[in-house]
């Protein structure tokens, strides 16, 4: 059966998106539909990273899956998830439609586009988006690990607009930008492994043959997931450990004071690996899976658009 096209209904009407419009939307949507998926890797993901924090003991992945399930539910795996989606629309949204203005705009400069002009697009393009998105990030890794702490410590927020407007009230703004540093560092280098380096392998693996667009896009999803999973966990874990964290309550001193300190203090707590990658495996998951996700997600929701445009 031949495609059909919104142009075979002259009764119906399509919005007309600009190509950057459309570049932003798609982005958007495309990452909420794979953080549906993704939401509760993630929730494991920062459970095991903060378990020495919540003087926990440390489990594996299905350990701490099956302990999460049988204490609290299958539900308490999508804690946090109005924050999570919040994220995708402040975040993947600006950071993969930033990305392909600056790739478009640094090519009409330079005459083409090359593994460089995508690394600095993507590197530039995810620090601003996450500086963006700082306070949801502190949201949502507020929400994902609050059940977790011990009854009397628990902030028992309510959904996301509570515990954003609690932490805003209660900590200041300060607070919602703590974790801040290590999260635009952590985006920089994330958009140069995750999407500069997926741009790049799309345009090379069409090089060796692999034309067909999904099939592409999912080797290059994987090929890239992989790259900046190892590079950005040792971040990951600073950021997620500066944004939980709780002042001294005898001198009221926080425990971790920059990226470079928190990184070095959890090695030497925790040790290397323990310490910095711990949750690694589901970490990876989520890297590979919503690198995966979100760009099937993209060039699916692209493709229907420009059949029906």
Known sequence: MAATSMKDHPGSRVIKLSPTTLSFVTSGL??????????????????MNLAQTSGGSSLGVVGMLSSMVRERGFLSLYNGLEAGLLRQVVYTTSRLGLFEHFRDELAKVRGHTDI?????????????????????EVTLVRMSNDSALPADKRRNYRGVADAFARILREEGVRTMFSGAVPLVQRACVTGAFQVGTY?????????????????????????????????TMPLETAKNRMAFQKPDPVTGVLPYRGTSQAILSIAREGGFVNGLYAGFFPYYIRCGG????????????????????
């Open 30 to 47: 495309g990452g909420c539909s794979a953080w549906l998926l993704i939401h509760p890797v993630n929730t494991v993901c920062i459970r």
């Open 116 to 136: 460089w002009s995508r690394l600095a697009s993507a590197t530039v393009a995810g620090g601003i988006a996450a500086f963006i998105s700082c306070p949801v």
């Open 199 to 231: 741009d790049q392998f799309r345009d090379t693996f069409r090089k060796w043959g692999i034309t067909n667009q999904f099939t592409n896009v999912f080797w290059a999803s994987m090929a890239s997931g992989l790259l900046f999973a190892g590079a």
């Open 290 to 309: 919503m690198t995966l996700l979100t760009f099937m997600s993209v060039e699916y929701l692209r493709t229907i658009y420009k059949r029906w445009e």
